[in-house]
């Protein structure tokens, strides 16, 4: 009798417990529009949106390989499983074409569906929580001003109990501070402007800073670095590997132009980053640089020789020509390095043109081999959108995998002077599986 | 010295190790179907196959390659007998100045082995490495699709006829 009655009390307290936390993750519908009702669509208002849009890099996970921009599909593979992201043109009935204003500020900042349904944090409202609420209505503006199209993402695949939605209440709970901009004034405008998109729309974090188990960026790491697609998001600021301590004009350049001849070329997801930022406005391009610039420096290195400008006074080079090869060192790795990598990474030609001089190289003074061991099985493939981007013909076919290792060791130890990285055998399965 | 198997045949380079494959080819082994264009692996004109993946033989040292099988456009077949994908270059009549051309059957072979039913988007794609500025692309890629036909098991085929 004791032990039933204590059950009970027990059940009581459990289904209370379920009752309170689906009461909590419960979000109420916000009513479909009738499409079309919006009428004439605002054209400036729209036309800003479409420049935050490419901020917020949106068509680059809203549109699947080969895909119309933003009617999604693109597969993300995360540590939980694979999601895919939406159709976000007005489509009435696969897309965000009955969803109002109300709808879609709600959902760019907290995570939640016209529907009431919690959003996966792989869509980045964790940062675009800090968007303003003009830029909010100026993104909803542009989506519902392009065409819409009929286009279904495939279910995602997560296992339980991730796939219970009302789960991700728990982990906005823990990880999601919903707050809005707010200037610092002891710092200039640009600063304020570009601390503003990198933390908000830009979402830089979300792959540069580290996440802990939980998917979460940790905020005590920010910019620390991290993953992404495969690839390593560098570390920004004071913890960048850069032989070159990045500034300001050297950040605006790369941003704004996709490579930096001191620096090198933006690969990956950054390569689309880049695209992006390619077409608007560049003075939010240089307020992201004085902001990124302001972060601070690397670790000074003075062993890194930065090659002459190309200009009055030096040789021009000749595109295309192959440079004399160095003698070819005892090394295993050296050898392939003097023998297949020299005559463009030592011809000093000018990016894009010839290959940069590997001393200048983060993929080899990083902080992971994944992005070296990427470049050298996958090379650098011919830009499919038009800009003037350096190439590289990949080796995976060419070297086997303890020529890779034998060449990877090298450059590290040659061009980087670090000690050698761990995992490097792992890094070479993984860029050859996922080729 | 460095042993090279090109084309079914063991070959001893007398080059140093460090020399391209593509210098090896022609000025040592005589194989001079394989191209100089660039030089830089960005234009495809040298490609040859090396265990059975399409490679730049212009930035590949021959020091890499001791035990692989290497086979360039005269593996494929000679005047006397050209092989599918060479008959099939003559009859679409696919080349006009001709020097990309050896590069492009040599890709367009290893992806025909590695896939005998590639989709003419596979087709464009894979090939998208080579550089032509003539104009014959069009029939560049009805050759190789006349190529796939050819080396296709005929045992579908030739059920379906009777």
């Known amino acids: 009798m004791k032990l039933r009655s204590v059950l009970l009390a027990l059940l009581a307290v459990g289904a209370m417990g379920v009752t309170a936390a689906l009461l909590y993750a419960w979000e109420s519908p916000i009513p479909p529009i009738d499409p079309g009702s919006a009428g004439a669509p605002d054209r400036a208002k729209a036309r800003r949106g479409a420049s935050l849009a490419l901020l917020g890099d949106c068509a680059t996970c809203h549109t699947a390989p080969g895909g119309v921009p933003y009617t999604g599909g693109l597969a993300m593979p995360t540590p939980f499983g694979t999601i895919y992201s939406t159709n976000i043109t007005p489509d009435p009935e696969t897309g965000i074409g009955r969803w109002s204003e109300q709808a879609f500020v709600r959902a760019l900042r907290s995570g939640v569906d016209r529907e009431g349904r919690h959003l996966y944090p792989a869509f980045p409202y964790d940062h675009f929580t800090r968007v303003s609420d003009d830029d909010a209505e100026a993104l909803y503006a542009f989506f519902m001003s392009i065409d819409p199209v009929k286009s279904s993402a495939p279910p995602n695949e997560l296992p339980f109990p991730l796939n219970v939605r009302p789960t991700l209440a728990g982990w906005k709970l823990l990880f999601l501070r919903q707050v809005r901009f707010v200037a610092d004034p002891s710092k200039d405008e640009k600063w304020n402007r570009g601390k503003y998109l990198v933390d908000g729309l830009g979402h830089c974090g979300a792959c540069h800073s580290p996440r802990n188990l939980l998917g979460a960026e940790k905020t005590s790491a920010s910019f620390e670095g991290g993953e992404a697609e495969g690839w390593r998001a560098y570390a920004l600021g004071q913890s960048s590997q850069s032989p070159v301590p990045w500034d300001e004009a050297a950040l605006t350049d790369y941003l704004a132009r996709g490579s930096h001849p001191q620096h090198g070329t933006a690969q990956g997801p950054m390569a689309n980053v880049v695209d992006n930022l390619s077409l608007v406005d560049p003075a939010d391009v240089s307020a992201m640089a004085s902001y990124l610039a302001s972060l601070g420096k690397g670790g000074e290195r003075n062993d890194v020789k930065i090659p002459d400008r190309s200009g009055p006074g030096r040789l021009p080079q000749v595109a295309g020509a192959q440079a004399a090869t160095p003698s070819i060192p005892s090394d295993p790795g050296g050898a392939i390095y003097a023998a297949a990598c020299a005559s463009c990474h030592e011809g000093d030609r000018p990016l894009p043109l010839g290959g940069l001089r590997l001393c200048l190289s983060t993929a080899v003074a990083g902080e992971t081999p994944t992005n070296l061991i990427n470049l050298v099985v996958r090379g650098i493939p011919a830009s499919a959108g038009g800009s003037a981007r350096p190439i590289m013909p990949g080796f995976g076919d060419v070297l086997g995998d303890q020529q890779i290792l034998d060449l990877t060791n090298y450059l590290r130890t040659q061009f980087a002077g670090k000690k050698l990285w761990d995992g490097t055998a792992n890094a070479v399965a993984e860029a050859r599986r996922t080729r | ?162």
Do not use: W
């Open chain 2, 1 to 162: 010295m460095i042993t090279l198997t090109v084309n079914g045949e063991s070959r001893s380079i007398k080059a140093s190790p460090d020399t391209p494959l593509l210098y090896v080819l022609r000025d040592e082994l005589g194989l001079n179907a394989a191209k100089y264009g660039c030089g830089l692996g960005q234009c495809g004109a040298c490609t040859v196959i090396v265990d059975g993946k399409a490679i730049f033989s212009c930035i590949t040292p021959v020091m890499v390659l001791e035990g692989r099988t290497i086979t360039t456009l005269e593996g494929l077949g000679n005047p006397d007998a050209p092989g599918p994908m060479q008959r099939a270059f003559i009859a679409e009549q696919a080349a006009q100045c001709g020097y990309c051309i050896p590069g492009m059957m040599m890709r367009a072979q290893a992806l025909l082995n590695r896939n005998p039913h590639a989709s003419d988007e596979a087709i464009r794609s894979e090939l998208q490495p080579h550089l032509c500025r003539c104009g014959t692309h069009m029939r560049i890629l009805r050759a190789i699709r006349r190529a796939a036909d050819e080396m296709r098991p005929k045992t579908a085929n030739a059920r379906s006829e009777r």
